[in-house]
């Protein structure tokens, strides 16, 4: 897996493939329609991209997931706002590969944080295998951190 910046023709393809793989979180404990803001909006996708927000997930030419990143200005702190697989991928390892190649892409971070909902007993469980340390639970979301 390796990751590309996407460009604005991509966009419809990852909102697609957002809507499916957020989805599917009334599988772990959602309700149905709990999903992230702007998970199914063009514009919002479109938006990440123009500003180099958003990553495609690519395996060979094939685009299996995509993730938003928001480094600081020194590329020593990341903020991992969403990642998603498409749900035809999931339970294969591809979440794994997407966030191994996140930490790849900011060689100079030291940390990274992120944040899922309480609810998620996936998102929980994958994040902290992965060495993600729990900062804080506040307002229904879990906080993390992965100092490397």
Known sequence: MYLVKADENQV????????????????VGGAEGECPPGFDSVGWHKQMAREGHL????IGNDLVGAAIVFPDETEKSVTIGRIFIDSIYHRKGYGIRLMECIEKE???????????????????????????????????????????
């Open 55 to 58: 990553y495609q997930a690519m």
């Open 106 to 148: 900011f060689p100079c971070a030291a940390e990274f944080d992120l944040d899922t909902p309480c609810w998620n007993e996936r998102t929980n469980a994958f994040y902290k295998r992965l060495g993600y340390r729990i900062k804080k639970t506040e307002d229904g979301f879990v906080f993390y951190r992965k100092r490397l």
């Open 12 to 27: 419809e393809k990852i909102t697609d493939m957002s809507v499916r793989a957020f989805e599917t979180d009334v599988n």
